[in-house]
């Protein structure tokens, strides 16, 4: 297992109760292929530049453990869950 860093923005509009419900989602693919190791809910953040009209998003960063064909998942699942505005998956140096 490799270590991964990923860091996942929500529309600022999304009601808690979805942007939970999603992020939930997201975290039961990386535990069904490994382990979160720390979950950072930054907040709502400043956008250096406007996306789809927003000027803000909700950030959550997730670094974990897991197997490459989750993070073929996660990225699978985050394109076509509504509350996620962006998302990014980088690996970490061991």
């Given at each position: 297992m490799r270590k991964?860093?990923?860091?996942?923005?929500?529309?600022?509009?999304?009601?808690e109760e979805k942007r939970e419900k999603a992020l939930s989602?997201?975290?039961?693919?990386?535990?069904?292929?490994g382990k979160i190791s720390n979950v950072?809910?930054?907040?709502?953040?400043?956008?250096?530049?406007s996306i789809e009209y927003y000027q803000?998003?909700?950030y959550v960063l997730i670094e974990f453990?897991?197997?490459?064909?989750?993070?073929?998942?996660f990225t699978r699942v985050a394109k076509i869950l509504d509350p996620v505005m962006r998302h990014m998956v980088v690996r970490l140096e061991d």
């Open positions: 991964y860093e990923a860091i996942v923005m929500f529309y600022p509009d999304v009601e989602r997201l975290k039961g693919i990386i535990e069904d292929a950072d809910e930054w907040g709502s953040r400043k956008l250096a530049y803000e998003a909700y453990e897991a197997e490459t064909e989750a993070i073929t998942e």
